[in-house]
């Protein structure tokens, strides 16, 4: 890698993982020697920019943009404008677009250039008296442009403010300052760049305090009973995320409709591209009930008024929420608008807030390259029947559940582990959360025999994504043992767990998906038990366990009974023998060694024995894997005719008749 190139990736990434500085796919930074300049492709993120992720060309030929003579109309331009830069790309096979601001990037003299959005910034640049402060803390040091439509438009505004500049002064000026926009830094290392930025922030800090003390606030329970049914009446034919936020900075705006109005528009494109241009206020939230009548009466007119559904709304004295396609789309658009209060907070302080005006913000939301970048960065997987879900998988950590929840989230389901062992479901949850995906996995520390527990574990999903599709009531013990070896606590413990377990599962998982049925009588989801062939077949000294499953599929044809009408389907599913998993190959309390133990298999004086004795029951002769389950379980949530049922995943060891 060019030596200079990576001063770019490096400086890039510094800037672009502090949400201070810039949020999801905004700003942007380049290179330029003498011929060619290396620029961030559109859509890329400066936290996660590599070589790869910009674009590079021809110096030259992008000086034919300053020189043609464009068409009067401004769409036709564009067009003409985006075909020479597309002309002048050095490699087009990469089938990557350069920023709209490369030839921003090309007319100022300096080798790297570093666009940014920093919060502290914009508060000033989005304030009435913007141009007025901005001279007072720079003087002539730095540049200010009036807002000016993004595009051909204010490259040539700022080029010619540049080359104004440059007859003054005999440099180009190192800050640039655009108004409801952001700043550019010029220098010929990263370091000088770097050094100005910190320069600014702090001449900045001088004139108003920044804030310091935002502290979160706790989520109000009420909102179980809100969010699940927000989150279908605001969502298309896939339910999003719906994520929320709330700490003492938002609580200065959403009190009344006056406080509102303070962050009721946009500020700055980027708060256009990721939030759309209208949020919605709901006043009434003494009640659920009155939160979702006030929605169910609001939403017909947003929507008629302004052509979509509100992406962010806010619910007085509760928070600030937005709904998104994935979970990663959600928080951005969460970031954006927390950046936006952020900045109406400090632009208050600077003689008022300057919104954009509508002209403005229609350019931006209907201007193709703004279009091109939202489509960029807020691009979903390809549309399966379960992207975007929301599952919890109980004894997730580990063992058959572990399998289910990383297969899940493989096929982009938010997934929450719900499990026991703290310590290996926080690693687990870590080690996916490396994937970088779209879909997020959190880890809930869970005890299915305690009620109590497993209703805040499914309070914590809404809370996380404001709803629940599917759970996997998987969460297990087995004791082995016949009638002398057995005692009262173990036989009871094992009941707890496998069956009453279930059983607080279903009654808390149910409220949530009935909240969504409600809004959404079409809308399908899924309760899932893993149970077990001793589930359909007695289980020799082993009766606790098989007990307890027998008990299972009772309890599934119950509550698919009472479920049904709901589209709520509940089916279990039964494994033959998953050999491998520490159920079974814990070398201290697996099956194997307890059976052996406990002389369950006539004649075994190993380990291997016991394996071969069951191995040899199934007709298949091998036990029960992963992906067998797994194919079970996605026809399950396919299919929405049966329920009820228990589907045998055995090898042909239990034949149904």
Not at 229 to 240: E, T, V, Y
Not at 370 to 377: I, W
Not at 389 to 406: D, L, S
Request: net charge negative.
């Amino acid at each position: 890698m060019k030596p200079e190139i990576n001063e770019l990736v490096k400086i890039s990434k510094y800037f672009g993982s502090n949400k201070d500085y810039v949020i999801a796919g905004g700003g942007n930074t380049s290179y330029k020697d003498d011929e060619t300049i290396w620029i961030k492709a559109s859509g890329e993120a400066l936290a996660e920019l590599s070589e790869e992720g910009l674009v590079a060309l021809n110096r030259q030929k992008l000086h034919v943009i300053s020189s043609a003579i464009y068409s009067e109309d401004p769409d036709t331009r564009e067009e003409q404008v985006k075909n020479d830069l597309f002309r002048s790309i050095i490699d087009s096979g990469k089938n990557q677009r350069p920023s709209v601001e490369t030839s921003l990037h090309e007319i100022i003299q300096y080798k790297f250039i570093v666009h940014l959005h920093p919060t502290l910034i914009n508060g000033i640049l989005c304030s009435r008296n913007a141009k007025s402060l901005t001279q007072k803390l720079f003087a002539e040091s730095a540049l200010f442009v009036p807002y000016t439509d993004p595009g051909y438009t204010l490259f040539k505004k700022l080029e010619s403010e540049i080359l104004s500049f440059r007859g003054k002064f005999q440099h180009d000026p190192q800050i640039i300052f655009l108004e409801n926009h952001g700043a550019f830094v010029g220098a010929d290392t990263t370091e000088e760049i770097k050094s100005i930025y910190e320069n600014i922030l702090q001449k900045i800090k001088e004139q108003i305090p920044p804030i310091s003390d935002i502290s979160i606030l706790p989520y109000n329970p009420i909102l179980n009973k809100v969010l699940p049914a927000l989150r279908i009446l605001l969502s298309g034919d896939q339910p999003g995320i719906l994520r929320f936020r709330n700490n003492t900075l938002i609580a200065k705006f959403y009190q009344n409709q006056q406080e509102f109005h303070k962050i009721s528009l946009p500020l700055t494109p980027d708060i256009i591209v990721y939030c759309k241009t209208r949020y919605l206020y709901i006043e009434q939230s003494s009640t659920a009930e009155k939160i979702l009548d006030s929605f169910r009466y609001q939403l017909p007119h947003f929507l008629s008024e302004y052509g979509y559904l509100p992406r962010v709304f806010i619910i007085k004295d509760i928070g600030v929420f937005a709904i998104g396609d994935t979970f990663a789309d959600a928080e951005t658009c969460l970031d954006v608008y927390e950046d936006l209060i952020k900045i109406s907070y400090y632009a208050s302080l600077c003689g008022g807030i300057k919104f954009l005006i509508p002209e403005q913000v229609d350019f931006i939301d209907h201007w193709e390259v703004e279009n091109y970048r939202r489509k960029v960065t807020q691009q979903a997987p390809a549309v399966t029947k379960l992207n975007n879900k929301i599952a919890i998988v109980t004894g997730g950590a580990q063992g058959f559940g572990a399998g289910i929840a990383e297969s899940l989230f493989a096929l982009n389901v938010n997934v929450i582990i719900a499990d026991l062992n703290e310590e290996t479901g926080k690693a687990f949850v870590a080690l996916l959360s490396s994937k970088n995906t779209k879909n997020k996995a959190i880890f809930i520390r869970t005890d299915v025999a305690d009620a109590s527990s497993v209703r805040e574990l499914v309070s914590a999903a809404v809370m996380e994504f404001g709803g629940l599709d599917i759970i996997v009531s998987n969460a297990g013990i087995l004791k082995a043992g016949g009638l002398e070896e057995m005692d009262a606590e173990t036989f009871s413990k094992t009941t707890e767990v496998n069956y009453n377990g279930y059983f607080h599962c279903v009654k808390y998982a149910s409220e949530v998906m009935k909240l969504q049925n409600l809004e959404k009588p079409e809308y399908f989801t899924d309760i899932i038990q893993i149970n077990s062939k001793s589930g359909l077949r007695g289980s020799n000294r082993n009766f606790a366990y098989a007990g307890a499953k027998f008990g299972g599929i009772g309890l599934t044809q119950s509550f698919a009974m009472e479920l049904a009408p709901y589209k709520i389907k509940v089916n279990s599913i039964c494994p033959g023998n998953f050999y491998e998993g520490p159920l079974w190959s814990d070398p201290h309390t697996g099956l194997f060694v307890q059976y052996l133990k406990t002389g369950k298999v006539p004649g075994a004086k190993t380990i291997e024995d016991v394996r071969k004795f069951y191995e040899e029951k199934v007709p298949m002769k091998r036990g029960c894997k992963l992906e067998d389950v797994m194919k079970a379980l996605l026809y399950i949530i396919d299919q929405e005719y049966e329920t009820g049922q228990a589907v045998p995943v055995t090898g042909g060891q239990v034949m149904l008749g």
